[in-house]
C-alpha cells in the first residue's frame, strides 16, 4: 500500500484556475458554480487523486477510519455474513463503513461512479468482495487513484496486493470424499456462477476427489447455478427429472443448497433418505434450514474483520504472512447427507 503525498485544496484550485471557495463549493455539490468550471475542478480532484479531509473536520480527535466495501455478489447469505463481520469489527476499532453497489446496466462495474462515490470523498480504503476482487479494471483503477484497499478471495492472474482468502479447492475436495466415504458415486454439483473464478476451484476441488477416487463424472449430473436459492431450485428439479438422478446433490453454496432441499421435498423425496444435500459457507441459514445443512464454513466474518484490521494499520507490515491471509475452512456434518438408499 504506497502512499502518496496528499493533495491540498490549494494545490486543486491552482491546477483548475479557480479559488478555493469554488473547489469546496465544487465538493459540496453546490449550484452556484458554471459546468465547465465543475468539470475542470473535477479533473483537477481526478489528476491529483485529492480527498478532502472531511473526517478532520467533523471526527476531530477520533482515529477512525471511512471504510467503503464495494461488491456485487448475488449470495444474500456470503453478503449479509461479510457485512456483520465487517460492521462488528468497525465498531470495535472505531472505523465507519460505507457499503455501495457500483453498477450500472448488465451488472457492468461503473468505474467514473467509483472514483467520485469514493475516491473524491472521505473514504480513506476500500474492501472489494468477489467477484469483482477479480475485475482486472476495477482493479487498475484502484492502484492507479493509489487508494489502500483489501482484495477478499481474490483469484486474478498476477494481482499481489493485500488479500484474505480460503483455500476454496481443497475445501470443495473434502466435501466430495465425505460424500464418497458415505458410499455415494453419484453425485451431482451445481455450480457457481462463471464471473466468480471460486466456482471454477470448487469444482476443480469436486473433480479431483472424483477422479482420484475412480468415480466418473458425466454432464448429465453437472448444472449451473449463480449462487442463488432459485437458481438452486431449478437445477435440482432438472437433476431429479433425469432417467439416472443422482444420489447426493453438492452445491456451491448455502443458498443454491438451500433451493436443492426445498425443490426435492416439491418432488416428494425426502433429505437424505432419499437424495443428500450438502453446501458451501456455513452462513446462518444453514443450521436453520430443515433438515440443518452438512456445509464448508468458510471465515466469512474473519475474512471482514482480517481485511479492516489490515486496513486500520498505520504502518502496514511486509510480511508475506500479513498481506496474504490464508484463513482455515471447517467441514460441518449435521443432518442433510446420509449414505445412499440400497
Known sequence: MNKKSAATIKEVAELARVSQMTVSRVLNDQTAVRDTTRKRVQAAIRQLNYRPNIMARNLAGRTGLFIGLIYRNPSYGYLSEFLLGALDTCRKLGHYLIVEEPLVDDNMVDLEQIEKRFLDTSIQALIVVPPLSDDPKLIDTLERTGISFVCVSPKLDGYTGPSVRMMDRAAAKDMTNYLLGLGHKRIALITGAPDHKSSQLRFDGYKEACDAAGVSIDDS??????????????????????????????????????????????????????????????TQNASAMWPPLTTIRQPIRDMARCAIEFLGRTTPSTQPELIHQTLDYELVVRESAGPPKS
Do not use: W
Request: glycine share 8%; with cysteine; net charge negative.
Open 221 to 282: 449430473i453437472i448444472e449451473r447455478g449463480d449462487f442463488t436459492y432459485v437458481s438452486g431450485i431449478r437445477a435440482t428439479a432438472k437433476l431429479l427429472a433425469s432417467d439416472n438422478p443422482p444420489s447426493a446433490i453438492f452445491a456451491c453454496n448455502d443458498d443454491m443448497a438451500a433451493g436443492a432441499i426445498a425443490a426435492a421435498h416439491q418432488a416428494g423425496l425426502r433429505v437424505p433418505e432419499d437424495v443428500s444435500v450438502v453446501g458451501f459457507d456455513d
